[in-house]
């Protein structure tokens, strides 16, 4: 497959899964922020504790932790996938789900391509549509981020829904 084919799956896969699941982009968009915080913050601690339980192995390889970061990184989408299946109804809200859904996908590239294993990662960072992903990264974290944050808090319930008076 060709790297711009197999960067176009990594963008689209997301994508699809989200809307063909129903499941809220917006917080499967968070969770991916999360994922990347954890990567930043966690994944040379979580080296150090695999390299406890790893005691005939020498020091832990780069690949090794690219996969360590992939797993950070890739966790709490799991997670939130799973436990949000089926979480937006009606058609306006499953429209509204779109655009954080195609955030997701273009969020979740810019992470996980530069920790995919060298020869994936050097042939896609080489194609041409890596380098207009590149040039849009300001825009499109920025974009994706406010997009997340307005699909919030227009899912606030209404003042009054969801609330029950006693008789």
Do not use: Y
């Not at 799956?9 to 989200?18: E, N, Q, R």
């Not at 294993?117 to 890596?130: K, M």
């Amino acid at each position: 497959m060709s790297p711009d084919a197999t960067l176009a799956a990594i963008m689209a896969a997301p994508l699809v899964l989200l809307m063909a699941l129903r499941i809220n982009a917006t917080l499967v968009f968070l969770s991916l922020c999360l994922g990347s915080v954890l990567v930043e913050f966690v994944a040379d601690d979580a080296n150090s504790f695999f390299d406890l339980f790893n005691l005939h192995a020498s020091k832990v390889t780069h690949a090794d932790n690219n996969t360590i970061k992939i797993f950070l990184l890739l966790l709490p989408v799991i997670l939130t996938t799973i436990f949000m299946i089926r979480t937006v109804s009606g058609h306006a809200r499953l429209a509204l789900n779109l655009l954080p859904a195609v955030g997701v996908g273009l969020l979740g590239a810019l992470l996980l391509v530069p920790l995919l294993p060298a020869g994936l990662s050097h042939n896609i960072v080489r194609s041409d549509l890596w380098d207009q992903v590149q040039k849009a990264q300001t825009l499109i974290v920025g974009a994706s981020a406010l997009i997340c944050l307005l699909v919030l808090w227009l899912q606030r319930p209404k003042t009054g829904e969801g609330k029950h008076k006693k008789h």
